[in-house]
Structure formats: structure tokens, C-alpha cells
């Protein structure tokens, strides 16, 4: 069981807009910034958000992120083909003392 | 452009130790960030293992901590990975990545290794 909860899978078809949530407590989202992680199959993981909205160099605009209180959320617009893949969330849990991750999401793209 | 690559046994007998390199390029580790370890069992979720410094100082994933060690060899620009006392639930590809903030709120992995499977079987 992941310390951090996300749905095991998400869809959508071509150009539509997906989100996919990710909650914690008070010890891990709601108190540190939450990462987001991209692993297409096959591959290893890539960061895709960090500091709960911000995009590495290289990461197309139409990837976002929020966080609010214990809770954070991914979002893809125009869903594309290649965005078929595992997507995970992170953070720094302080009363676990570690980093923890959730148990990621399989988004598909119909 | 920092890339790096794991290398190591791909069979480990049960209660054996497992050990792993990270060898590093384009980026000298003594110039700072923590250097990290993750994990993955087949069709699984991710595991943070643990991280160490340049300096060597070190911290772990608690529920791992007394099987752990990771060590840096800073003139050969590497880290290491070394998992005591294993079992099949220790069957995982590991990761070796550059770790960005260390403890707390910063705390991510900007660029990763390939990732090497380690199957603990007799």
C-alpha cells in the first residue's frame, strides 16, 4: 500500500484534457512540494513536474501541475499517443523520514 | 549532459548481499547534489532506497536501513549499492539517479540510469 494514493488507471482520447489526482496527509504533500514522474514502457522514470507546478527544460507546456492542502493533481492537455505511460507522484514524507512515492497511474490513450 | 549507468550482477542467491555501481559522466560528483538509489519489483510501483552525499554522509529508507549501504568513490566519479541478507521480494530493476534538495521539500531525482534487473533466485 503506497503512502501516496493515485488511481491505477486513467484514459482519454486523442486532444482531450486528462487529470490525474495523487493525495497524501499532512506529513508528505502538505508540507513539502510534490514531483511528477513520466516512465513510458520500457524506460526509466523522467521528471515531468517538480515543485508542484514546475516543468523541467524540455517538458511541453501542455503538462501542469497544482497542489492544494494535501492533495496535488497532474494534468495533460492535448492528449496525445505518446503520452501513453506510468505516471507517479512524489514527495518528502517528514514523519516517515523518507521519500515516498505513489503507486502510479497508467494513463491510456484510446 | 550527466548520464548514468548501473552496473552489477544480474542473479543474486537468497541471503546473499547484492551490489551495484553507478558509474557517472558529464557531471563530477564532487561538485555536489546527493546521488540516489530507487527501486521497481516487475510490474510494481517505485521504492526509494536511499542517498548519500559527495561528503559520504548518508541516509536511508528506514524500513531498509539495516540492510543497506551505499558508499561514493569520488575519484572514480561512482556510487555504490550494496543490500544485504536478500530475498525474492528484493527481485527489482534498481535505479541510480542524481538527487536534487536531499531531505525535505526540494527533495527529487532529476536524471536517472537506465536501471539494471536484479532477480534474487537460487
Given amino acids: ?110 | 549532459q550527466v548520464q548514468l549507468q548501473e552496473s552489477g550482477p544480474g542473479l543474486v542467491k537468497p541471503s546473499e548481499t547484492l551490489s551495484l555501481t553507478c558509474a557517472v559522466s558529464g557531471y563530477s560528483i564532487s561538485s555536489g547534489y546527493y546521488w540516489g538509489w530507487i527501486r521497481q519489483p516487475p510490474g510494481k510501483g517505485l521504492e526509494w532506497i536511499g542517498s548519500i552525499y559527495h561528503s559520504g554522509s548518508t541516509y536511508y529508507n528506514p524500513s531498509l536501513k539495516s540492510r543497506v549501504t551505499i558508499s561514493v568513490d569520488t575519484s572514480k566519479n561512482q556510487f555504490s549499492l550494496k543490500l544485504s541478507s536478500v530475498t525474492a521480494a528484493d527481485t527489482a530493476v534498481y535505479y541510480c539517479a542524481r538527487e536534487v534538495g536531499g531531505i525535505g521539500s526540494s527533495w527529487r531525482y532529476d536524471y536517472w540510469g537506465q536501471g539494471t534487473l536484479v532477480t534474487v533466485s537460487s
Avoid: H, M
Wanted: contains cysteine; aromatic residues 8%.
Fill in chain 1, 1 to 110: 500500500q503506497s503512502v501516496l494514493t493515485q488511481p491505477p488507471s486513467a484514459s482519454g482520447t486523442p486532444g482531450q484534457r486528462v487529470t490525474i489526482s495523487c493525495s497524501g496527509s499532512s506529513s508528505n504533500i502538505g508540507s513539502n512540494t510534490v514531483n511528477w514522474y513520466q516512465q513510458l514502457p520500457g524506460t526509466a522514470p523522467k521528471l515531468l513536474i517538480y515543485s508542484n507546478n514546475q516543468r523541467p527544460s524540455g517538458v511541453p507546456d501542455r503538462f501542469s501541475g497544482s497542489k492544494s492542502g494535501t492533495s496535488a493533481s497532474l494534468a495533460i492537455s492535448g492528449l496525445q499517443s505518446e503520452d501513453e505511460a506510468d505516471y507517479y507522484c512524489a514527495a518528502w514524507d517528514d514523519s516517515l523520514i523518507k521519500g515516498v512515492f505513489g503507486g502510479g497511474t497508467k494513463l491510456t490513450v484510446l
